[in-house]
């Protein structure tokens, strides 16, 4: 089993910066791939990237491309992303999300891959 807390969301103004940060727990914490998702209200949940066990490597959906950052510290056993140049329609629950299997581009931004997943932290960018 894998417990995921995410923290960092609040309100802001558009075209500022944010990062989110998700502390994993439990026994295979640490060598798990994880991903990032996001809701707005009456929509579906939506990808936002993903990053395999090490960290080496990354993927972002389109929409976040060159505004997004995913990293982690497997140390401290914490996700991060990073949003620069935040916009309205990125308004959203943010959930962190874990998958015991390896990441692909093909498979990272399907949510049937994900077994465990944070409650999520609230994101509001006023504009």
């Known amino acids: 089993q894998v417990q995921l807390v995410e923290s960092g969301g609040g309100l802001v103004q558009a075209g500022e910066s944010l990062r989110l940060a998700c502390v994993a727990s439990?026994?295979?914490?640490?060598?798990?791939?994880m991903g990032w998702f996001r809701q707005a209200p009456g929509k579906e949940r939506r990808f936002v990237g993903g990053?395999?066990?090490?960290?080496?490597?990354?993927f972002y959906a389109d929409s976040m491309k060159g505004r997004a950052t995913i990293s982690r510290d497997n140390a401290k056993r914490t996700l991060y992303l990073q949003i620069d140049n935040l916009e309205p329609e990125d308004s959203a629950v943010y959930y962190c999300?874990?998958?015991?299997?390896?990441?692909?581009?093909?498979?990272?931004?399907?949510?049937?891959?994900?077994?465990?997943w944070g409650q999520g932290t609230q994101v509001t960018v006023s504009s």
């Open positions: 999300a874990a998958a015991p299997g390896l990441l692909t581009r093909q498979s990272v931004g399907d949510k049937r891959i994900y077994n465990f």
């Open positions: 439990g026994r295979t914490a640490s060598n798990i791939s």
């Open positions: 990053i395999t066990r090490s960290g080496g490597s990354t």
